[in-house]
């Protein structure tokens, strides 16, 4: 008697493995995750930038000039003034890495200013994400915006 396994049975077992890995990579939805990674690291940048102008605030006793801030501090005004890649009266608050990382592609900031308070939006990008904020964010051109404080 032969000890060992025919080719038919290890191509079975292949072809359960595969299914299996088929199963729980669409489970786990590798892309989503990254998605929803960084929509988490965009929450935690606009919260940072807020802790920024509230000390600005604190120190200065005024709002900061931020250049293509809009003075509206409703999403879709905010979010259709454009992204603010301009910092510099915050230097003394933020750091230049930090500065360097709000303006990269998709994690761009849109700011709100005025006499109410201020309002800092983000680009949601997780469709998880979007389905969750479409009743407190704003829609532009197919993109879903969150502002905080909401």
């Known amino acids: 008697m032969q000890k060992g396994f025919t ?15 088929v199963v729980l990579i669409t489970a786990i939805n590798p892309i989503e995750q990254l998605r929803r990674a960084k ?12 802790s920024a102008i509230t000390r600005y605030q604190a120190t200065k006793e005024k709002n900061p000039q931020i ?30 890495w930090f500065s360097q990382l709000i303006t990269k592609p998709g994690s761009e900031l849109y700011v709100g200013i005025n006499e109410d308070g201020v309002k800092v939006c983000y680009k949601i990008s997780a469709f ?7 009743q407190k964010g704003c829609s532009v051109s197919s993109a879903t915006y969150l502002c905080l404080p909401e």
């Open 39 to 50: 929509d988490a690291s965009n929450k935690q940048n606009v919260e940072n930038f807020l």
């Open 128 to 134: 998880v994400n979007v389905a969750k904020v479409s």
């Open 7 to 21: 080719l038919i049975e290890l191509l079975i077992t292949l072809a359960v493995l595969a299914v299996i890995a």
């Open 67 to 96: 250049d293509y801030s809009t003075g509206s501090t409703s999403c879709q005004d905010i979010v259709q003034a454009g992204p603010v890649y301009d910092f510099t009266s915050l230097n003394d608050e933020i750091s230049e």
